[in-house]
């Protein structure tokens, strides 16, 4: 019975540990190629914070997915992360790599967080032109 009882409780603790280790990011970022319908791979996007002199500070730098997608900016760890922010789409090497020619080198979204909600930041890109949108 002490056996059964401590093996219970140990998996309660250890359920418990998990699901605290699960991390929540307040941005997201996802690029849909609409040229080839397919979401658009390996693409950097860098994450920057305009300051209250108006300068940008870089916070963060990654690649997207195999689904186009970034989806851990800015974890969200009970710190206030509001401000405007820019994400810089360096676009010209993945069209490159596709040995397409295309119009923009690169891609900035400026935009405002202003409070702790979830953001997601999209773009819908082809070679000569973009599109943005806060989605969900």
């Known amino acids: 019975m002490k056996i059964k009882s401590f093996l219970l409780l140990l998996s309660l603790a250890f359920a418990s540990f998990s699901f605290a280790q699960d991390n929540k990011y307040q941005l997201s970022s996802h690029i849909l190629d609409i040229t080839l319908g397919k979401p658009a791979t390996g693409v950097k996007i860098t994450l920057s914070k305009q300051d209250n002199k108006g ?26 992360n509001t401000g405007i922010y820019k994400l810089t789409y360096h676009t010209q ?8 020619a ?3 080198p690169f891609i900035e979204v400026v935009f405002e967080l202003k409070d702790n909600e ?19």
């Open 118 to 136: 979830h953001y997601h930041v999209p773009i819908t890109l082809s070679a000569f032109g973009y599109s943005t949108y806060r989605g969900s």
């Open 55 to 80: 300068n940008w500070k870089q916070v963060d730098e990654k690649y997207t997915d195999n689904n186009g997608r970034i989806t851990d900016f800015i974890k969200q760890d009970g710190k206030n």
């Open 102 to 104: 295309s119009f923009y």
């Open 93 to 100: 090497p993945y069209f490159k790599k596709l040995d397409q």
